[in-house]
């Protein structure tokens, strides 16, 4: 189902990405969870989005959010509009089965950043999500691109 890491994490450094994962299938969230704090992200996992609510309105907010797209008791789609209301914005993506095509949900009006399709390839994901720890507040400068929320959602 999930790929394992082939090496070392890529998330270098003692400081760790707060990460909000939202999924129902308990199996699932429980081996994407553990894949994700071997790439050193602090893993907050639940299993549906009332709860994923609940976590986005604590201090402080994750830095990222997994969402599920079909969950038992909201659209994965609700979770990714409320985290996109935060500030700092969190990173948002949609994890699903489905396969859009070339009709994806609108991206820009739910706050999603990145779709990613199951099976999930956790190094493929940790890429667009991992955030490096730099000297320089802009990343431009040090070469990098820029932060995935000013380029058009992506799906992988």
């Not at 394992?4 to 998330?11: D, K």
């Not at 914005?89 to 399709?117: K, M, N, R």
Request: glycine share 6%.
């Amino acid at each position: 189902m999930l790929d394992a890491p082939s090496n070392s994490p890529s998330v270098p450094g003692p400081e760790r990405q707060r990460l909000l994962l939202v999924d129902d299938n308990t199996e699932g969230r429980r081996a994407l969870t553990r894949l994700l704090e071997f790439y050193n992200f602090d893993v907050t996992a639940v299993g549906d989005g009332q709860e994923a609510l609940r976590v986005l309105a604590s201090v402080p907010p994750p830095d990222v959010v997994l969402t599920d797209y079909l969950l038992p008791d909201l659209d994965g789609r609700e979770v990714a509009r409320q985290a996109h209301a935060l500030d700092p914005q969190p990173v948002v993506v949609l994890i699903t089965g489905w396969d859009f095509g070339q009709e994806p949900p609108d991206c820009v009006q739910w706050g999603i950043d990145h779709i990613v399709l199951k099976p999930v390839n956790v190094a493929n994901l940790v890429s667009k999500i991992a955030t490096p720890i730099l000297d320089s507040d802009n990343p431009q400068e040090r070469g990098l691109p820029p932060h995935p929320r000013h380029s058009p959602a992506s799906i992988a």
